[in-house]
């Protein structure tokens, strides 16, 4: 198989043996920009998607090094926990002039933790799932680039492996900001509740988890990392670009509680 091309926003596709034909495209209201979900770049997507004609995997490596201009940090090396922030944390270590070393490693028979019916089931998943590369970063400071923290659980029993297993200090940046609402859009989002940066311990989320330090990306770093290259595009080519993405936009209601329609209950 080979990459054709993207279906555009509103379009309606015919496919065959003998070729692609549109049927129709739905336009949106004039004026409306569009706006499209910005934590498929940061989480949901495979790195290897290519959405808006850029890949997924170079938005989250740029994110990773607008994450380092905006929360740098004293340390030794760059790390992250396997593997759907690696390229975030590429994008860190490149930017900060640090190595990029593996803490972690997978063990690949256990399944994924997100799905475990309770916290304390979580918290003994990640324990088998991860292996401690101890030699990598003992005595040394250690940031952990996490793509993003949604209850604060996981995130937590890591910490404290990379403490017991010899880390000097332990810094989590995360490369996206907090999720604060929920999804009406198709997202399963836990409870307004269960979302750690709606909890009181937001307010010292450093020691609650464990770690020495916690900065998140800005929304602002977040929308021109994914906007970044679109735009450059944009100008060197509008008539191709602008004709299916019109106002450039992008869905952050999770983010910042601005949802792109008005919802009706």
Wanted: hydrophobic letters at 35%; proline letters at 6%.
């Amino acid at each position: 198989s080979r990459y054709y091309r993207e279906v555009l926003p509103g379009e309606i596709v015919k496919i065959s043996r003998h070729d692609v034909q549109t049927l129709d495209v739905i336009r949106r209201p004039e004026g409306d920009p569009s706006a499209f979900c910005i934590f498929e770049y940061v989480y949901f997507a495979r790195p290897d998607s290519i959405f808006e004609g850029q890949m997924v995997y170079s938005v989250r490596r740029r994110c990773g090094q607008q994450l380092a201009i905006e929360a740098p940090v004293e340390a030794d090396l760059v790390s992250t926990v396997p593997e759907s922030a690696t390229p975030a944390a590429l994008g860190y270590a490149q930017k900060c002039g640090l190595p990029y070393v593996e803490v972690l490693c997978k063990n690949r028979y256990v399944g994924r933790t997100f799905i475990q019916p309770n916290m304390r089931l979580r918290q003994l998943g990640v324990a088998k799932k991860f292996g401690v590369l101890s030699d990598n970063f003992k005595g040394k400071r250690v940031v952990i680039i996490d793509d993003s923290i949604v209850r604060g659980n996981t995130i937590s029993p890591i910490i404290k492996l990379l403490r017991e297993s010899g880390a000097k200090e332990v810094h989590i940046r995360v490369a996206s900001p907090p999720i604060r609402f929920p999804c009406y859009m198709g997202i399963n989002i836990p409870t307004k509740e269960e979302l750690i940066a709606n909890r009181p311990e937001f307010h010292d989320l450093a020691n609650y988890i464990g770690a020495d330090s916690v900065v998140y990306l800005s929304v602002e770093g977040l929308v021109s990392s994914v906007q970044e290259s679109i735009k450059a595009r944009q100008d060197n080519n509008p008539k191709a670009q602008k004709s299916f993405i019109g106002k450039l936009g992008h869905c952050t209601a999770c983010l910042t509680g601005d949802y792109p329609v008005e919802l009706e209950w």
